[in-house]
């Protein structure tokens, strides 16, 4: 069983649409941090957010912590093309695990 | 920009070669990662430390070592490559403090013929 579970997998969608992806786990976190990977480069990091119904936004890009800490979302707004890429969520439980990832493409 | 670095980025190699991969950080980072990744797919813990000589296994670390003898270098060490160790293996570093942010390097990708 994964820790972090990640939906959908895969998001195909056009330019200036909306669209949210979710992280869910049935263990608590102390925090839970985004990252956004790019083919052939490592994952950098989005956002840390560490308080149950935590909000954070960054341009147009919205996290949330569930309020009880066992999940988070990201919505963005009006995606464009170089929103494209590999999102993920990773908790840090001794080591730091991340989720399997959505793979979003934004079409033009 | 984040000062972690691994060499080389590319390598291909034949059946049963003994191999190392090298990752280094200038930050002082006391925490330190490397994660296997096939394109577009999740990542893989491998192996893990806290510090100088502290070494963790991940979940797929039965194949391969590594070793923390100074803070700032953490190479990955296959004995005897196979085909199945073909993927991009990625370095990565962060403070020892709670949700510290990880700093990736470019990763170095493996292909065993």
């Known amino acids: 069983t994964q820790l972090l579970e990640q939906s959908p997998q895969f998001l195909s969608i056009q330019e200036g649409e909306n669209l949210t992806v979710y992280c869910n786990s049935s263990s608590v976190f102390s925090s839970l941090q985004w990252y956004r990977q790019e083919p052939g480069e490592g994952p950098v990091l989005l956002v840390t957010?560490?308080?149950?119904?935590e909000v954070k936004k960054l341009k147009r890009l919205t996290f949330q912590f569930g309020d009880a800490r066992k999940d988070s979302s990201l919505h963005i707004t009006a995606a464009q093309p170089g929103d494209t890429g590999l999102y993920l969520c990773?908790?840090?439980?001794?080591?730091?695990?991340f989720g399997a990832g959505t793979r979003l493409t934004v079409k033009p | 920009e984040a000062d972690i670095y691994q060499t080389p980025r590319y390598l291909v190699i034949g059946t049963g070669k003994k191999i190392t991969l090298e990752c280094s950080q200038t930050?002082?980072?006391?925490?330190m990662y490397w994660y296997q990744q096939d394109p577009g797919m999740e990542l893989h813990l491998i192996h893990y430390s806290y510090g100088v000589n502290s070494t963790e296994k991940g979940d797929l670390s039965s194949e391969s070592t590594v070793s923390r003898i100074r803070t700032e270098h953490f190479p990955l060490t296959l004995e005897s490559a196979r085909p199945s160790h073909t993927s991009q293996y990625l370095c990565?570093?962060?403070?020892?403090?709670?949700?510290?942010?990880?700093?990736f390097g470019e990763g170095s990708r493996l292909t065993v013929l």
């Open positions: 990773a908790v840090n439980n001794n080591d730091m695990r």
């Open positions: 990565a570093s962060s403070e020892y403090i709670p949700a510290g942010e990880l700093f």
């Open positions: 930050m002082g980072h006391d925490k």
């Open positions: 957010v560490v308080t149950g119904g």
